[in-house]
């Protein structure tokens, strides 16, 4: 089993400096390729430079994490991908329980490892924690972050368990079974492709798995911060294609309105916070998915199935009315 470390960059000289020696050092049983979503800095010739045995792959636009990878992967022969953020500390031994995981049986066709902050590297980082699911209502969350809401580890997420999505901050998964799935949708761009083509796989009949005993230390936000309205833009109007495209028929008609609603709920949370320009981003949001409804009614008509929820709660209502503010009180 060759396992090929991928880490798809756009003007990201810096965080290579800063992470791409442990994942060098940390990853000897892999190959490890840069794919550089057309830079304009000197990231690659840095590269060259410093890291010899690294190989790269150039696109010749910048598409998005969506559209990079898929560029980039298409290029690379391997059996399993790791799809690895610029801004990412590996660990000693880290790919070695991944790939038990993925020799102990064939139906795994993605895995997670626990991914901690680097920024506070006690705590659980944001983008995937300790494994992501989706609630009744279509809205991901993590075991250790439920919203704004991030864990302390204290061990209690050590385990080996199936997950609903894994997070893109580093995805590991097979070749075949990407391709199988249909790739990232590149409609997507950026933000929650990854909860996209997790649900897509499962409706394959394949499993998804978090292996928490490979750590790394994710920095999170170095390409879209948290505070920039685009980022809200993307994931508001992403949560929307994915649902459309994915959610089982006999919910999507009402869930749709009810996701819709609550987005005009936090538009107005935006506004009485003063932040208008996030306000605008749910409305633009709103915008382009009414824009691309009908393009995303074909995409769900050329699946070969939809798909049932992982979890049957809603996590909002959990979240913020009953104050459930971690994973084990759900």
């Not at 060259?48 to 998005?64: A, D, L, M, Q, T």
Request: aromatic share 16%; net charge positive.
């Amino acid at each position: 089993m060759n396992i090929a470390i991928v880490i798809l960059n756009w003007n990201g000289r810096s965080l290579l400096e800063e992470f791409l020696p442990s994942v060098t050092e940390y990853s000897k049983e892999a190959i490890v390729y840069v794919a550089d979503n057309a830079s304009t800095d000197t990231s690659i010739s840095y590269v060259r430079k410093h890291f010899p045995e690294v190989k790269i792959v150039v696109n010749k636009s910048n598409g998005g994490y969506a559209k990079g990878y898929n560029d980039a992967l298409s290029k690379i022969d391997a059996d399993i991908y790791c799809l690895l953020n610029s801004d990412v500390e590996v660990t000693k031994n880290w790919l070695v329980p991944i790939q038990n995981a993925f020799l102990g049986s064939n139906r795994i066709a993605a895995i997670q490892p626990k991914i901690l902050d680097y920024k506070k590297k006690t705590h659980f980082e944001y983008a995937g924690a300790a494994g992501g699911y989706i609630d009744r209502l279509g809205y991901p969350y993590c075991r250790g972050r439920l919203f704004e809401t991030i864990e302390e580890d204290t061990g209690q997420y050590n385990d080996s368990v199936p997950i609903f999505w894994a997070s893109g901050a580093c995805l590991f998964i097979r070749k075949v079974i990407f391709e199988e799935a249909g790739k990232f949708d590149e409609d997507f761009f950026a933000h929650q492709e990854e909860i996209d083509l997790c649900w897509r796989i499962h409706n394959l009949g394949y499993s998804i798995h978090y292996i928490g005993e490979s750590v790394v230390y994710h920095l999170g936000g170095a390409t879209l911060n948290a505070m920039n309205p685009k980022k809200t833009f993307l994931n508001f109007r992403n949560s929307l294609f994915m649902l459309l495209k994915n959610a089982p028929g006999n919910s999507l008609w009402f869930l749709i309105p009810i996701r819709m609603t609550l987005d005009g709920l936090a538009a107005t949370r935006f506004i009485v916070q003063g932040k208008t320009s996030h306000f605008s981003a749910i409305f633009k949001a709103h915008m382009s998915f009414y824009a691309n409804f009908v393009n995303f009614v074909k995409k769900r008509q050329k699946l070969s199935k939809t798909g049932k929820y992982y979890s049957f709660f809603s996590v909002v209502w959990q979240y913020f009315i009953k104050k459930n503010k971690h994973f084990n009180q759900l």
